[in-house]
């Protein structure tokens, strides 16, 4: 299929793409490349199309999407740091919100799109210790919850009026091999591979359900032909089902790293507004993509902690 990812230069669209073209699908990516990189990949390399653009340019959306012609288009791109968001709330609303309106107007006007994955996030509920369903209330606590809540508005209206498929996916809190964004996971990895054995964090008690990003890509996959059979839609979770701290994400970083580590508590990183649990269920899309995820907390982490410290070791080679 033809396929556009927006923010496939991202952390998750980089892992998305690479799947996309293992896959022999023909792939656009759109991204400013703010916090992506270009992807390095030989495979499928020539179904591979990279449009260097923003998605507050409603005009060059229309253009490219008018050239390439997608059939399905994953919408990944956002500001997705919480403490950026919170520092740059117009950027937030003008990129979350502006963009993804221009996202759905470009493909309500392009011919052959058939259906449109948004990328949302957990964020969008309250703040509360239950587990949360796509049927609970919202009530973001934040303004990049805000944004997604309100993109998940925009995406169903304007797919509706054009008769897209659509479904918005609500990720929970991702992690992973390549990250491009300074969350906790890999500012823990960059600390210890710098060889640190004080660690400089927030708060290690709030809780998260930490999904491994191969998962969600595997959950992305399956959602394509569910969606085209519009078998789903509104929103769904995607998520690992369980909880961890931030400490206990430490304390395993930590023992393969080898090294005893102690974490020293740096108010600049403390949030204004935390959540002490974050918890999604799960159960609908393990029925309507027949997913769940393979990689529990320990099994993800070693996976990205041998991922980077290849990487440091290339890095540290090559400027040798």
């Keep these: 299929m033809r396929i556009a990812v927006t923010g496939g230069a991202g952390f998750v669209g980089t ?25 390095k ?3 499928g390399i ?9 998605v507050t340019d409603g005009r ?8 390439f012609r997608p059939e399905i288009i994953f919408h990944l791109a956002a500001l997705h740091y919480i403490p950026y968001c919170d520092q740059h709330p117009e950027e937030a609303l003008r990129v979350n919100l502006e963009g993804t309106l221009n996202l759905m107007l470009a493909a309500s006007e392009t011919r052959g799109v058939k259906a449109v994955l948004f990328a949302s996030s957990v964020a969008v509920y309250p703040p509360t210790d239950h587990c949360h369903a796509e049927s609970d209330p919202v009530g973001p606590c934040d303004i990049y919850g805000l944004t997604k809540w309100l993109g998940e508005q925009v995406v169903d209206h304007y797919a509706r009026e054009a008769h897209l498929a659509h479904l918005s996916l609500r990720f929970s809190n991702l992690y992973g091999p390549g990250e491009t964004n300074p969350h906790v996971i890999p500012a823990v990895l960059e600390q210890l591979l710098q060889g640190e054995d004080t660690l400089h964090l927030g708060r290690t008690d709030p809780c998260r359900d930490f999904l491994y990003v191969e998962d969600l890509v595997e959950a992305l996959l399956a959602a394509i032909p569910v969606v085209l059979r519009e078998e789903a839609h509104g929103a769904l979770n995607l998520g ?22 102690r974490v020293l508590q740096d108010e600049t990183r403390v949030r204004a507004v935390e959540r002490m649990h974050l ?13 769940t995820p393979r990689h529990d907390l320990q099994a993800g982490l070693a996976k990205t902690f041998a991922a980077e410290s290849r990487e440091r070791i290339r890095g540290f080679a090559a400027g040798l």
Excluded at 60 to 67: C, N, P, T
Excluded at 279 to 291: C, K, P
Aim: hydrophobic fraction near 45%; charge should be positive.
């Design 15 to 39: 892992h998305l793409v690479c799947a996309l073209l293992e896959r022999g699908h023909t792939v656009l990516v759109y991204d400013n490349l703010f916090t992506g990189r270009k992807l």
């Design 41 to 43: 990949t030989t495979v």
């Design 46 to 54: 020539n179904n591979l199309q990279f449009e260097q653009a923003d």
């Design 60 to 67: 060059r959306l229309r253009i490219e999407f008018a050239a």
């Design 240 to 261: 690992p089902g369980r909880e961890a701290s931030v400490a206990d994400a430490v304390r395993i970083l930590g023992e393969l790293s080898g090294r005893s580590v």
């Design 279 to 291: 918890r999604a269920d799960i159960a609908a899309a393990q029925r309507l993509l027949g997913w």
